[in-house]
Each structure stands twice: as structure tokens, then as C-alpha cells.
């Protein structure tokens, strides 16, 4: 039995755990108005976010079409795999897995699972290498899902952004939330967590890093810890420093740029954490 892990792009997880594990990655579409562009392979992170602020027209994302699932799929049954297992960004938030659904339901005499782990970013990605992991070391699909369906009710993304104009800009918060935001110089912070997204507010940067680390000490112990940011490593880093004190593992942590599909919504300066807690 050879059993085999897909995601999508928006799962931020490092190009190495990628290689080790031969997860395979089917890109999200970043849409302009001068054409359409593959996250992850036809636009950097480092142009887009630089450009980011100067788009006249915010850029759109797009999920992946059917076929392109398919073909990915395909290939790899080609290439040996008896099974699937198709894990990806919050159906509350994107298309993307809805999308995997159908592909998986459209090739017959093929097993295919897909998982829905309520999360973005790491909080996704965080998934999949778990995956990855136990499909390495022999486990069966029924194994994998029980455990997957446990983590995703440890895992949470918590995030402080540096403004709300960018999800005003996208449609994802309405106006009268940015303009309270911009008026009062609010910054706003983002969680998400088993499906379901929240938003806080403090009154400044600092009050704003002061809740995420608040949040990280009231999660712990945790299993995994993981460092997230739009455009903003040294800011990450900063974070980092000031976390060590709360939980020392952060020290050993990832730190990741946010994929520019989530980065279009939220713009960029934005850090934050993924944590999957300990068992209890």
C-alpha cells in the first residue's frame, strides 16, 4: 500500500518538509488585472508583497480547477499510489477544498479522501506534515484520519494584523468595521480555529503583540509551535524573542511567509502564531 498527501498552496509549509516527504502541491491562482499568475511558482512572495500596497486594483485568488486536481491525482496513481489523501485550506474560507471533493469524486476506482482541517496557513499545513509523517511510517488512511480529526481540534491560528484596509479591499469585512478600525486606529487580530474565524481588536501594535502572546500563554502546553508573518520576518522575529519566556520551544520554531493568496486579504506586516496544543 503506498498512500500519498495533497495539498494546496496555501498550506505555507517550508520547500524542504515538501521535498522530504513528497507532499504534492497544487498551486492557487493570484488574479490581476493585467492576467492570472500561479501562487507559488509564476509570482514571489517578495514581489508580491512589495507591490502589494500600490495595486489600484486589488489583486483576486482563484482555486485550482477540477482537471488540475485530477491530473495530480492521476499522476500519482500512475506513479504507484493506491491511495489519496487530499487535505486543504478551510472550506469557510475558499473554494480550494470543495473543489478537491469534486476532482476525488469525478475519478472512479480510485480511493481518495479529503479532509477539511478548518485552518489556514501553517494551521494547515501543520496538518499535512502530520499526515505526511504517518503515511511515511506505514499507517493506514483510517489511522491517519482519526488521528487528523483529533489535531484539528488542537490546532489554532492566531494572528495580529497591521491594518483592516485589506480585507475591507477584498470583501471579507465590511466597511463599516474598516472604517471603525482606521478611524480609531484599531489593530485588529484574527484567530481560527476548527472551521470558525474571530476578530478582536487592541488599540495598538503593542497591545496588539500583548494579545497574542496572552493567547499563546492560555493555550499551552503544546505539541507544535509555529511562527507566521506577511512581509514582516523581522517583526516575526521580534515576536519570537518575546515569546521564548511563555514557551521555550518557540525558539525552535518555524518561521514562514504567508502564502500571497491569504497575503491579498490581509496584507502585509501581519505576524502571528499556529500552535497545536498537547494532548489532554
Known amino acids: 500500500m503506498s498512500l500519498k498527501i495533497v495539498t494546496d498552496s496555501t498550506c505555507d509549509l517550508p520547500q524542504e518538509v515538501i521535498d522530504q516527504y513528497d507532499i504534492t502541491v497544487v498551486p492557487a491562482y493570484i488574479n490581476f488585472s493585467d492576467g492570472s499568475y500561479l501562487d507559488g511558482i509564476e509570482i514571489s512572495r517578495e514581489e508580491f508583497y512589495k507591490k502589494l500596497p500600490g495595486y489600484a486594483t486589488p489583486p483576486t485568488t482563484s482555486a485550482p480547477a477540477i482537471g488540475t486536481f485530477s491530473k495530480a491525482y492521476k499522476k500519482l496513481f500512475d506513479n504507484g499510489a493506491t491511495e489519496v489523501l487530499s487535505i486543504h485550506i478551510s472550506s469557510a474560507l475558499s473554494g480550494i477544498h470543495n473543489v478537491a471533493v469534486l476532482a476525488a469524486e469525478s475519478m472512479e476506482n480510485f480511493v481518495i479522501k479529503t479532509f477539511d482541517p478548518g485552518n489556514l496557513s501553517l494551521g494547515t499545513g501543520l496538518i499535512v506534515e502530520a499526515a505526511a509523517k504517518m503515511a511515511e511510517a506505514g499507517k493506514n488512511l483510517e489511522e491517519i484520519l482519526a488521528k487528523l480529526k483529533n489535531m484539528d481540534e488542537r490546532t489554532y491560528t492566531f494572528a495580529a494584523l497591521d491594518t483592516l484596509k ?110 497545536v496544543t498537547a494532548p489532554k
Not at 190 to 204: Q, S
Not at 214 to 236: C, M, Q, S, W, Y
Not at 239 to 245: D, G, H
Open 166 to 275: 485589506f480585507l475591507q479591499r477584498s470583501g471579507r469585512i465590511s466597511k463599516l468595521k474598516a472604517g471603525f478600525g482606521s478611524v480609531l486606529q484599531i489593530k485588529p487580530i484574527m484567530r481560527m480555529h476548527a472551521g470558525k474565524i474571530g476578530m478582536e481588536a487592541a488599540r495598538t501594535s503593542k497591545g496588539s503583540i500583548n494579545h497574542l502572546l496572552n493567547t499563546l500563554k492560555a493555550l499551552g502546553p503544546f505539541e507544535t509551535i509555529a511562527l507566521v508573518h506577511t512581509h514582516a520576518a523581522d517583526r516575526a522575529e521580534m515576536l519570537r524573542e518575546q515569546a521564548k519566556s511563555i514557551v521555550e520551544q518557540v525558539l525552535q520554531a518555524y518561521s514562514v511567509e504567508v502564502t500571497p493568496v491569504i497575503g491579498s486579504h490581509i496584507g502585509p506586516g501581519a505576524v502571528g502564531f499556529v500552535v
